[in-house]
């Protein structure tokens, strides 16, 4: 008991565990009660128990086990992680439960299995119970196959999968254990309960005694329909239905229902073992098949029939026995051989099924042909052999050779024929059975009804009724439209019969196909899948549907909607089908008409129609017009009234009035009533004979028009042009193309009969008269934007020059798009859809494809040609193919008929010899494109053999071999290629070149598809293997093709797939599939209907019938500018690595690669979109990488060919560098005229910029980085931002260079960086450039360092990214670098960070070492002592800021209001990259506190939406901000970069105020500034916008710009609100620049905008139209002369001096605005004397310079005005004499001083004013003065003052006096007075003696100047000098009176 009272207190999962199996029974007793409790399924508990259930279920203690295995079901029921342990536990069920003798163990066991199988594990439960049936306890077997049956019968066949379990059957009736038989009898009863008869064919070699048992009880089982009883957990909701059904009492009503989904498509053949049949024919067989006598013939062909009496064969090469087999058929006398023959054939076709289809081609004229036997048993041997055939392949790849034999004159030919396409027709659905099928079909059979034989006739009746069944009578219809009625009754009495023969329902296109039975085999069961391949379905062998399912009544439920695809769909094409019962009308004699008429026309009407008086006649005809519109459509005797207006005088009328008014009423009549094609031939020929008359012609045409549209175009256009080429009037012959013409485009092209244009066409243009020929071209050029290039095939014959005038009018149509018809579509039905419309194009272009001339070359395939090619001399071989090429070059287009080539040519693809090798390749793709799509018939004889080929060792052999696949795949499409094994087979192979390229073929072409094949399953299992194959290369292409298989079979079935791989291996590529399942691509779109077809330049050069058309056109949504050189088919952009859309086309068009005209770039719509797409998809590589790779080159090209002209793509990926500089000599050509397609391909451009970064040759690098230059300059005018993913696949690459060893690669590379920051934010750019900074080239370290320096001293701390922290820390590491420059750069840059943010940074860059540190501090110190040195890209970098954006920029793309935010963002980077071109600041300028920034990311991020335009703004309570603080000192805000919350919501406050300044609704702004208005007038409050002034003033002439550009422009706005507005801005402005220490904070490139806005504003001459506009322009020149006198003066004089350069430079800018600018530079001057000691000289020196390097002086002197230089050389005088000599020592910005011509004529300056005899430079002094006397003489008090209060200060005075004497002596009648009056006596006379005394010593004469003479006075000056700053009259500016304009 002790023993026990231990265990007792264990935790259960450790009682589970005990050695003593009391304990374990106990824990396993708690362990059930605990499973039964918890309630959640995901609980942590039940993972405890997860290594132990094993033990549970296999416990070696009986009574244990049993509770045990009670436990073990409790938690697979429960437990959400029980299916991890499916295998250990299904496997110990199996090997030590069922051999349990307790009956209850077993039944445990078998409920465990069951639960799992309902927990979705029923596959590794299968496979272990299949293993048990291997084990040696026949106990075990019985119950694995007990367990079996049970599994099946309750969960039946969709989940349990029987091919295995049949597979295993056989061997289970031959065990010894009578128990086992027995168990595996009730299985296959089970079985056949669910299959069927599919179980028939696996059972029939079992022991014939058990057969017969079988039999027996197969008989019994129940004809009812079985059902899932049981269900998966994924399955809750069929339960319930089931459930529910079962309560209903019975499934009577909603069986049919559910029938669809519970019976399984099983298919026979699938369970069949193929059997290998080549290997065992007798060895002598061929010899035998060839013997003369037929007794060996027979043994041969018994030996073969003996053979293929297997159901299943095994895939091989079976060409050789067809092609004697065929010849047996075709050329055997002796009948009896014939039919056995057949027997073999039909044999083959049923046991290799699809893979029979590669020799169908081959056979079927054969046997069509040998069906002019007529005994019955070789016919029906014939019968079984086609149709057995026929399910082989599709009805589209025979239908060549089945048309061809139709107008065979043997009868007995032509009957068998049409009941061989009634039998075919019967396997179609709407789908398959398409009208381009239908049409050449129904237009024989036709013949085929109206033959003398009545056989022919009873067997196209059948035909043509079975067409009527499937597809429905709307898509028959149009082809039986001439047939008379008793012919079509009888047709559709045959449509009936094949309905009631094959129990389809009446609901027209939508029925079930039905298998047939062939030749004693199980037929196809095709089910519900309607929109599958027939061939598919038509090939999957299974029980027929039981009638209770047919007649249930219940549509099927994935059957095709009876009206899109069939009614519908077909009748989409603008016919209206049955709708149209007119069209069968017959004629009526003249007394019926007149009948008729007289009902519903006036008499009086009736009887003036033929009066000899016009008036009456005219009374008439507006009679019959009201009684015409009054009808009703179903009243109107259309026939009758038209024959009446035909009645004399009809057409022959000869007063215009009456004539037109006829016309009109036949157009009336044609719109209202139901007209029919009767009555149209009524009136046409009158119609046509008018249409030329000058009067009558358009009302002709209208008539035409409305005739068209009732009785079809197509109709009615091969009507009225045959009319007209029957008459002689070269009038009416011109307008009847014209109107043609017109009506193609009104109606669209389909339906056309093109052959018969086109001879009318011939006939026009050999027309004498010019006026015929030229109409004749036009609809050429109408034809050619429908049918393509192909047209021109036609014309080749005609004379050189009408040749090159329809090459003309075909240039002149390339890039249109064919308009959409707006015509002949009302009546079509609403049905149509977009499969009609697919339809409908894809006719237009198999029509073109038909008429194009084929040559037939079966003749020139001679046997002799054969034996050469397969000649055992190589030399003999290449003369076979040469003939070949020859016979195809002559050829051009052919027949697909090329005897026996095909076989020939692929004994030619394994020659030893290479070259021949290459030779065969070239002449397949050139078979490829003569042939057209009909080349997909020798697709698997001919096409597979080819992918063979890409498994050479040989690199260029592969090439060829891939851009032949390519080739043929362009015209056949893929389903060709991935229709059956071939494919999976290739794969299989294991050969690591064959599965690259294959794999690599496969990537490239699944992406494009909308659907495959199911065999594309096949090919998974060895894309598995390639998962894991040793070659690199393999495994890499297997992992890029995985998401594009995935794409197409969805991850179950792919994850379904690893089941059979190793367990290592099944992880492995189960991850693989995972990560394939996130980046799998969605499939292509289906076409939408406007791109459904693809015209102009890029018309198909072939057209690609059936879903290869649809799928390669949904792939590629083609751009609506298609690029005119590349002639592809369909302008599709396939992905075709080798021969890129090869031309094959007419001559012009191969002189296109020469022609290099047109845009570089070609613009495709959202194309970037959709490249960014993918590329974050990973649907493409991401462009990452080392070094590139060929794959990403690969990438790059096959993005490029849509948008980039052919020729300059291969310049660009040329092998040879000269070709790169060509292409970028070309690309930088065509830089400003391109700029949209530039930015539309940028991402591609710049990519392939970096792809030149690796180049080694350095002229290519130099080149790359000028056009990268010229490129960021031209995005920054157009305001462009690069995208994330521009930046992230070019920056990188470009830091790269940035530590090349060349100064001048660097140098350019800096720069390049520089102008980035204008199009990409700075502080995105930082992680980038800090990433360079990690690279082991010590250069590249240094710059970036450099770099990183530059950004945070232009942009503040804001751009360390992620934190400043972090940046620095990183940067601080590099201070300890191996490298000297490194360290340096390093230092420099934390320099440049503490000038910024003071002692934070020590702070922020954490612990250095004492080392670095001291290095650290001592850089610190040393960068104290010296004065800020300027950056060392000044002086080339200056020139930058000319780029001027002027107020008229940005509007080309963007609506005002997006503009708005656009510039506020890229000028505020102008001017970030402006100061920081400035060098030193003085010392007024000090760093905004991060708070109180604008939050620049989010400007320069904000992608286009105005985030500025509000609603309604925000009224916030500013006071109550205010309040709690006191706003400390700007000082202290400057140093420290850290605020409490409060500042923080101020700043953020004061942002958003400020945004709504620039916002395009008026009001917003007045609000907006009307509060910072506000705040500004409070002292207090004031200082908070401190920090904002750019800002503020960036937003306000932002507003500035908006009201000239839209808002003056909008003449709905009432011009009081733009004046409202314009005195807020002012007013608020004027506020500001009356606050100087806020004035001082405007930067100079804010200020340059402010001025030049206030500048443009003054001069618009629509201010001054307004009212008030004059008041406006008054108060801008106050706020001009505040900002003047207010602002930082060296920022302002600095703004001037570039604004006034910008104005020179700038073609566009008035000559009044560089005035204005210059007289804003004198009124700066005047105050010099004032303000020189502030203004910080290197920098407006620096200023001068560019100024003067951009205008010399040569070049100055050119300008129309002399103002600017003299302006400039006033500036410099009045500079140097105020700093004498000293100011060249502020020279210092300046690099190569002594080239500078600023330097010298300071130096020249100088020279003359310390030249004491006087002798001063008179050319400057003279036209100083000539400007100043022009100049307004007002406010000379404030240089007198100065010169005042040096005179009176003891140490100033004699340097006073000098400067009074300079002063009067320029100023003669410089008013005084003021001055002297309030001063003594003797400081007036010691002024004028002093006076006297300089002028006594310059002159040397005692002449004294009678100076106080002059002090008698000027009254306005004086008035002037007591008047404030800015408030005289002189100083208002006036844009009226230019030559007295001044500030002053």
């Known amino acids: 008991m002790g023993d026990d009272s231990e265990w007792m207190k264990l935790p259960i999962d450790q009682k589970c565990e005990h050695k003593l199996w009391k304990a374990r029974l106990n824990g396993y007793e708690e362990a059930l009660k605990l499973f039964q409790k918890i309630d959640d399924e995901k609980s942590p508990e039940w993972s405890k128990y997860l290594g132990l259930i094993k033990k549970f279920v296999t416990d070696s203690n009986a009574v244990a086990q049993l509770k045990g295995l009670e436990a073990a079901l409790a938690y697979v029921e429960n437990a959400h992680v029980a299916g991890k342990t499916t295998g250990e536990v299904a496997s110990g069920v199996v090997n030590k439960v069922f051999n349990q003798p307790k009956a209850r163990a077993k039944e445990l066991g078998l409920d465990i299995c069951l639960m799992y199988i309902e927990i979705e594990k029923g596959e590794a439960i299968q496979e272990e119970l299949l293993k048990g049936l291997d084990n040696k306890n026949p106990k075990i077997i019985v119950a694995c196959i007990e367990t079996l049956r049970k599994a099946l019968s309750e969960f039946g066949s969709k989940i349990i999968s029987l091919k295995p379990i049949i597979k295993v059957l056989p061997k289970l009736f031959e065990s010894r254990e009578k128990a086992v038989r027995d168990e595996a009898k009730l299985l296959a009863v089970e079985i056949y309960r669910w299959i069927r008869d599919a179980l028939r064919p696996p059972l029939q070699n079992i022991n014939s005694v058990q057969l017969k048992e079988l039999e027996e009880e197969w008989i019994k089982v129940s004809s009812a329909v079985p059902r899932q009883t049981r269900f998966l957990r994924s399955q809750q909701e069929l339960k319930a239905k089931f459930e529910q059904q079962q309560a209903v009492g019975g499934d009577a009503d909603g069986g049919g229902d559910d029938e669809e989904e519970t019976v399984p498509q099983v298919d026979a053949y699938e369970l069949l073992e193929a059997v290998e049949i080549l290997s065992k024919l007798p060895k002598d067989f061929y010899e035998k098949i060839e013997a003369k006598k037929w007794q060996e013939r027979k043994e041969a062909l018994e030996a073969v029939e003996l053979l293929v009496k297997n159901p299943k064969l095994e895939s091989g090469d079976y060409a050789d026995l067809v092609k004697v087999l065929k010849k047996v058929v075709g050329k055997d006398t002796n009948v009896m051989l014939v039919a056995l023959a057949a027997k073999c054939l039909a044999g083959l076709a049923t046991g290799l099924r699809k893979k029979f289809g590669q020799y169908a081609g081959h056979v079927v004229p054969t046997i069509l042909e040998k069906f002019k036997e007529k005994k019955p048993q070789v016919v029906q041997a014939l019968q079984e052999a086609i149709d057995a055939i026929f399910l082989t392949t599709t009805l589209q790849n025979l239908s060549e050779d089945i048309l061809a034999v139709m107008d065979n004159k043997n009868p007995t030919i032509k009957q068998q024929t049409s009941l061989f396409i009634a039998r075919s027709f019967r396997h179609c659905t709407p789908s398959t059975l398409p009208k381009s099928l239908l049409k050449p079909f129904c237009a024989a059979l036709l013949k085929h009804i109206n033959d003398s034989a009545p056989e022919v006739r009873d067997a196209g009746f059948e035909a043509l009724g079975t067409a009527l069944k499937v597809a429905g009578e709307k898509a028959v219809n149009p082809f039986l439209a001439d047939v008379d009625k008793l012919k079509l009754d009888r047709i559709k009495e045959c449509a009936e019969k094949v309905e009631l023969v094959y129990g389809k329902k009446t609901g027209g296109a939508a029925e079930k196909r039905e298998g047939k039975p062939v030749a004693g085999k199980t037929a196809a069961l095709p089910g519900p899948g309607a929109d599958k391949e027939t061939k598919d379905a038509a090939t999957k062998a299974g029980p027929l549907k039981k009638a209770s399912a047919v007649k249930s009544g219940v549509p099927p439920k994935k059957g095709k909607p009876a009206t899109a695809a069939g009614a519908g769909g077909a009748g989409a094409k603008g016919k209206k089908g049955p709708e149209t019962k007119e069209i069968f009308e017959s004629e009526l004699s003249m007394e019926v008409c007149e009948e008729k008429a007289a009902a519903v026309l006036p008499a009086s009407c009736i009887q003036q129609l033929d009066s000899g008086n016009w008036k009456e006649r005219l009374a008439c005809m507006e009679e019959f017009q009201k009684a015409v519109e009054l009808m009703e459509r179903s009243e109107m005797p259309c026939q009758a009234l038209v024959r009446m207006l035909a009645k004399k005088p009809g057409w022959k009328e000869t ?100 052959k018969a244009f086109i001879s009318n066409v011939k006939t026009a243009l050999a027309a004498t008269n010019p006026a015929v020929r030229t109409s004749a071209i036009t609809l050429l050029g109408v034809m050619y934007l429908y049918v393509g290039p192909p047209l021109r095939m036609f014309f080749e014959d005609e004379k050189p020059a009408l040749l090159s005038q329809i090459d003309a009018e075909f240039e002149k149509m390339q890039g249109q798009t064919a308009p959409t018809p707006t015509r002949g579509i009302s009546r079509h039905s609403a049905g149509g859809g977009d499969d009609g419309e697919e339809e409908e194009q894809e006719e237009v272009g198999n029509d073109v494809v038909d008429l194009l001339p084929r040559t037939d070359i079966g003749d020139k395939i001679t046997a002799e040609l054969v034996s050469k090619i397969g000649d055992k001399n190589w030399k003999i071989r290449k003369e076979g193919l040469d003939e070949v090429t020859s016979i195809l070059n002559e050829a051009k287009f052919i027949h697909p008929n090329i005897g026996e080539l095909p076989a020939a040519l692929k004994n030619r693809l394994n020659d030893s010899n290479k070259i021949l090798v290459q030779q065969t390749l070239s002449i397949l793709q050139q078979l490829a494109t003569a042939m057209g799509p009909n080349i997909k018939q020798h697709v698997k004889n001919l096409g597979i053999p080819v992918i063979t080929v890409l498994g050479d060792s040989k690199n260029n052999v592969r090439a060829a071999a891939l851009a032949t696949v390519n080739a043929w795949a362009e015209q056949t499409g893929m389903k060709e290629w991935l229709e059956g094994e071939d494919l999976s087979e290739e794969l299989k192979k294991e050969n690591p070149f064959l599965r690259q390229e294959l794999l690599g073929w496969l990537a490239e072409k699944l992406p494009t598809l909308r659907s495959v094949p199911s065999d594309l399953l096949l090919c998974v299992p060895h894309l598995y293997s390639c998962l894991e194959d040793r070659n690199g290369d393999v495994r890499k292409k297997a992992q890029d093709a995985l998401p594009f298989f995935m794409m197409h079979l969805g991850f179950e079935k792919m994850a379904k797939a690893t089941g059979k791989l190793k367990p290592t291996s099944k992880d492995q590529v189960l991850a693989m599939l995972e990560k394939a399942k996130a980046n799998m691509p969605a499939k292509p779109a289906p076409p939408a209907k406007s791109s459904s077809r693809v015209v102009g330049g890029t018309a198909p050069a072939k057209f690609q019938p059936g879903s290869a058309f649809a799928d390669d056109l949904g792939s590629n949504n083609v751009e609506s500018k298609p690029d005119p050189k590349k002639a592809k088919a369909g302008g599709l952009s396939s992905k075709t690595k080798g021969v890129q859309g090869k031309k094959v086309l007419s001559k012009p068009n191969l002189k296109e690669d020469d022609d290099k005209s047109g845009p570089i770039f070609i613009i495709v719509p959202n194309g970037k979109e959709q490249r960014m797409k993918e590329e974050k998809g990973l649907k493409v590589l991401k462009w990452n990488f080392t070094t590139p790779r060929d794959e990403y080159i690969e990438q790059l090209k096959t993005q490029m060919s849509t948008c980039v002209a052919k020729w300059l793509q291969d310049e660009m990926f040329h092998a040879d560098f000269q070709h790169h500089n060509k292409a970028l000599a070309v690309m930088i050509e065509h830089l400003e005229s391109e700029k949209d397609g530039v930015i539309s391909c940028l991402d591609l ?228 990259i402006q100061n920081r071109n400035m060098g030193s600041h003085s010392e007024t300028t000090h760093t905004v506190p991060r708070e109180f920034q604008l939050d620049l990311d989010e400007i320069e991020n904000d992608n286009g939406t105005v985030r500025c335009e509000m609603p309604a703004l925000v009224q916030h309570k500013l006071d109550d901000i205010f309040e709690p603080v006191l706003i400390p000192e700007p000082k202290i805000r400057a140093v420290s970069p850290h605020f409490d919350d409060m500042h923080s919501n101020t700043a953020s406050t004061i942002n958003f105020v400020i945004s709504q300044v620039a916002s395009g609704d008026i009001n917003t702004s007045i609000q907006a500034l009307t509060q910072i208005d506000e705040v500004l007038k409070q002292e207090d409050k004031a200082e908070a916008m401190s920090g904002h002034i750019d800002q503020f003033l960036i937003a306000t002439f932002m507003q500035l710009r908006l009201i000239y550009n839209t808002h003056m422009a909008d003449e709905k706005l009432d011009k009081d609100e733009i004046v409202r507005l314009y005195s807020c801005i002012i007013g608020s402005m004027i506020t500001l620049f009356q606050i100087e220490s806020l004035a001082r904070e405007a930067s100079t490139g804010v200020l340059k905008d402010l001025m030049h806005g206030l500048i443009t504003l003054m001069l618009d001459s629509r201010v001054e139209d307004l009212e008030e506009g004059e008041q406006v322009i008054r108060s801008v020149n106050l706020l001009v002369v505040k900002v003047l006198e207010k602002s930082d003066q060296t920022n302002i004089l600095s703004a001037l001096l570039v604004l006034l350069q910008d104005s020179l430079l700038a073609t566009a800018s008035s000559p009044k605005f560089s005035e204005l600018v210059m007289k804003c530079l004198w009124r700066m001057v005047r105050l010099l004397p004032e303000t020189i000691n502030s203004i910080n000289l290197d920098r407006i020196l620096l200023d001068i310079h560019i100024f003067m390097k951009v205008f010399p002086k040569e070049k100055l002197k050119q300008c129309k005005s002399d103002f600017p230089i003299r302006t400039l050389k006033t500036l410099l005088h009045t500079l140097c004499k105020l700093k004498g000599p000293k100011i060249l020592d502020h020279l210092t910005m300046i690099d190569n001083k002594n080239e500078s011509e600023l330097e010298a004529h300071l130096c020249r300056v100088m020279k003359h004013s310390m030249d004491q005899s006087g002798k001063a430079d008179k050319d400057t002094e003279k036209g100083a003065s000539r400007i100043e006397e022009k100049a307004s003489k007002a406010k000379v008090n404030d240089i007198l003052a100065e010169i005042f209060k040096k005179i009176g200060s003891k140490e100033n005075t004699k340097e006073g006096l000098a400067e009074l004497y300079e002063y009067k002596k320029k100023y003669s009648d410089a008013d005084i007075e003021p001055f002297l009056k309030n001063s003594s006596q003797f400081f007036q006379s010691y002024v004028e003696r002093g006076l006297r005394l300089i002028e006594t010593e310059r002159e040397g004469k005692g002449r004294i100047a009678p100076s106080t003479d002059r002090l008698s006075s000027h009254h306005k000056a004086r008035k002037l000098a007591a008047s404030k700053p800015g408030e005289s009259g002189e100083g208002t500016l006036s844009p009226s009176s230019m030559a007295g304009l001044c500030f002053c």
């Open 1245 to 1472: 451009i710049l990519k392939w910029l970096t792809l030149r970064f690796f180049d080694t040759n350095t002229s290519v690098l130099m080149k790359t980085l000028e056009y990268l230059k010229l490129l960021f300059n031209m995005l920054s005018q157009e305001e462009y931002h690069l995208t994330e993913n521009e930046a992230s696949s070019f920056i990188p690459y470009l830091i790269l260079k940035v530590g090349e060893p060349k100064d001048v690669i660097r140098k350019d590379v800096r720069a390049i960086l520089n102008r980035m920051c204008l199009i990409y934010p700075a502080s995105k750019m930082f992680p980038f450039i800090m990433e360079g900074t990690k690279s082991k080239n010590s250069k590249q370290r240094a710059e970036c360092l450099e770099e990183l320096g530059c950004l945070v001293e232009s942009y503040g701390m804001n751009v360390c990214q992620p934190t400043p922290g972090k940046a620095l820390k990183e940067m601080a590491t590099h201070i300890g670098d191996r490298d000297n420059t490194v360290r340096n750069a390093a230092l420099n840059t934390i320099v440049t960070v503490y000038n910024v943010h003071g002692d934070q940074v020590f702070k922020l860059i954490g612990n250095l070492s004492e080392k670095d540190m001291s290095m650290l501090e001592e850089r610190i110190k040393r960068s104290a002592k010296r004065p800020s040195a300027a950056p060392v890209r000044q002086a080339e970098e200056k020139p930058q800021r000319a780029q001027n954006i002027s107020a008229n920029a940005g509007m080309m793309r963007k609506g005002p209001a997006e503009d708005m935010s656009s510039k506020l963002k890229i000028m505020y980077r102008t001017y970030r």
């Open 655 to 754: 007063n215009f009035q009456v004539m037109q008014m006829k016309l009109h009423i036949v157009a009336l009549i044609a719109q209202k009533g139901n007209f029919s094609k009767t009555s149209a031939q009524v009136v046409l020929d009158g119609l046509v004979d008018k249409v030329g008359d000058v009067k009558c012609g358009s009302n002709a045409k209208e008539a035409m028009t409305a005739i068209a549209e009732a009785c079809q175009l197509p109709w009615t256009a091969e009507q009225v042009v045959a009319t007209a080429f029957s008459q002689k009037n070269p009038k009416n012959q011109s307008e009847t193309l014209n109107w043609l013409s017109n009506a193609i485009k009104e109606f669209g092209f389909s339906g056309l009969n093109v």
